[in-house]
């Protein structure tokens, strides 16, 4: 198993996207990692020894910064880290390929280095967000299209399914079309439309979730249009992390809740846990030929282990791609 990984790509490159790396590389006999970026900033950026046996570093000097546009940027600098990367995954060197970089260059590399899968219209990025119950929900698209028509709708519930059911082993994974009521007129034109195709052609439809629902195991999957989800997400990255900020500032000020804290304190880290978005490591570009895995920027060494162990590798050996290429082949939903 062969990953590229983007050492330059993220707020807090290349320490620790490299320690990301080797935690992954531990977890895993059968793991390889090239790491692609600036060697002397890599090794400068950790005091981790490097198993150069199944961790290697791939020199290139260019970087794309967050700030540059994307298309431009995936075009000119042919030498920059995440394009070496894509590059390793399309000549076959590697299997799969991680960044925390610029998000729509790494959208433009998907597409013009690695390509659509068969049948495929448009890409989407997709996330799994913890839930209270734990497993965790598939939700697309969280930013790859800013607006979605409704046979691309069709196409993410159709790949989300693919990805619940192979990568977090859901059995018949429910499929709902994220909304702002239950009712099926609800929404505008373009979900309205997506409905109808939805309950024409998944036997697992379950209809619409309204954002409330989407904690409640209403559904496995949750399908929607990239300005959509990608609000959702962070939504709730927001609320998530301050609710737990204001908490510990609360139970600061009071000595009371200090002593009662600390026979809770196992409580807190199980609520934590469950929700921590790191667990499940980044966003998948799912619709691209090659798995291509999107982290956040702020991303830290958790997440970039976990986006390799848990979701590039998970998605190679199950042959996802592969699953979904066969699905739209035998399926009325071609492109």
Same mark, same amino acid.
């Given at each position: 198993?062969?990953?590229?990984?983007?050492?330059?790509?993220?707020?807090?490159?290349?320490?620790?996207?490299?320690?990301?790396? %080797?935690?992954?590389?531990?977890?895993?006999?059968?793991?390889?990692?090239?790491?692609?970026?600036?060697? #002397?900033?890599?090794?400068?950026?950790?005091?981790?020894?490097? *198993?150069?046996? !199944?961790?290697?570093?791939?020199?290139?000097?260019? +970087?794309?910064?967050?700030?540059?546009?994307?298309?431009?940027?995936?075009?000119?600098?042919?030498?920059?880290?995440?394009? /070496?990367?894509?590059?390793?995954?399309?000549?076959?060197?590697?299997?799969?390929?991680?960044? /925390?970089?610029?998000?729509?260059?790494?959208? +433009?590399?998907?597409?013009?280095?690695?390509?659509?899968?068969?049948? %495929?219209?448009?890409?989407?990025? @997709?996330?799994?967000?913890?839930?209270?119950?734990?497993?965790?929900?598939?939700?697309?698209? $969280?930013? /790859?299209?800013?607006?979605?028509?409704?046979?691309?709708?069709?196409?993410? +519930?159709?790949?989300? *399914?693919?990805?619940?059911?192979?990568?977090?082993?859901?059995?018949?994974?429910?499929?709902?079309?994220?909304?702002?009521?239950?009712? &099926?007129?609800?929404?505008?034109?373009?979900?309205?439309?997506?409905?109808?195709?939805?309950?024409?052609?998944?036997?697992?439809?379950?209809?619409?979730?309204?954002?409330?629902?989407?904690? &409640?195991?209403?559904?496995? $999957?949750?399908?929607?249009?990239?300005?959509?989800?990608?609000?959702?997400?962070?939504?709730?990255?927001?609320?998530?992390?301050?609710?737990?900020?204001?908490?510990?500032?609360?139970?600061?000020?009071?000595?009371?809740? !200090?002593?009662?804290?600390?026979?809770?304190?196992?409580?807190? !880290?199980?609520?934590?846990?469950?929700?921590?978005?790191?667990?499940?490591?980044?966003?998948?570009?799912?619709?691209?030929?090659?798995?291509?895995?999107?982290?956040?920027?702020?991303? &830290?060494?958790?997440?970039?282990? &976990?986006?390799?162990? !848990?979701?590039?590798?998970?998605?190679?050996?199950?042959?996802?791609? #592969?699953? %979904?290429?066969?699905? @739209?082949?035998?399926?009325?939903?071609?492109?």
């Amino acid at each position: 198993m062969r990953v590229a990984v983007d050492a330059m790509g993220g707020d807090h490159a290349p320490g620790e996207i490299v320690k990301g790396a %080797i935690m992954a590389v531990e977890k895993s006999p059968e793991l390889e990692v090239t790491l692609v970026g600036a060697e #002397e900033a890599i090794l400068r950026s950790t005091t981790q020894k490097i *198993n150069s046996s !199944r961790i290697r570093i791939m020199h290139t000097d260019e +970087a794309i910064g967050n700030d540059e546009d994307p298309g431009l940027a995936i075009r000119r600098k042919k030498k920059a880290s995440m394009v /070496a990367a894509m590059q390793l995954v399309r000549s076959g060197q590697a299997d799969a390929v991680v960044s /925390a970089g610029n998000t729509g260059a790494l959208m +433009a590399g998907g597409l013009l280095f690695l390509g659509r899968i068969p049948g %495929i219209k448009r890409p989407a990025l @997709l996330t799994v967000i913890p839930t209270f119950e734990g497993g965790g929900i598939v939700v697309l698209d $969280v930013g /790859a299209n800013m607006d979605a028509k409704a046979d691309h709708m069709i196409q993410y +519930a159709l790949m989300g *399914n693919i990805y619940a059911s192979q990568v977090l082993g859901k059995k018949n994974p429910r499929v709902g079309l994220l909304n702002v009521g239950s009712e &099926q007129n609800k929404g505008n034109q373009q979900v309205k439309l997506a409905y109808g195709l939805l309950g024409e052609h998944l036997n697992n439809f379950v209809g619409n979730v309204e954002p409330k629902e989407m904690f &409640q195991n209403k559904a496995d $999957v949750l399908v929607c249009d990239g300005f959509v989800g990608n609000v959702l997400l962070k939504t709730i990255e927001g609320v998530s992390r301050d609710i737990f900020a204001l908490l510990k500032e609360e139970i600061k000020k009071d000595i009371k809740a !200090r002593l009662a804290s600390t026979l809770l304190l196992s409580v807190f !880290r199980r609520v934590r846990t469950s929700l921590d978005d790191s667990e499940h490591g980044g966003a998948l570009l799912i619709g691209v030929k090659g798995v291509c895995i999107k982290c956040h920027g702020s991303s &830290q060494g958790k997440a970039i282990s &976990q986006a390799i162990f !848990r979701q590039a590798m998970v998605t190679v050996n199950n042959k996802t791609n #592969e699953k %979904i290429a066969e699905t @739209l082949r035998l399926s009325k939903l071609k492109g």
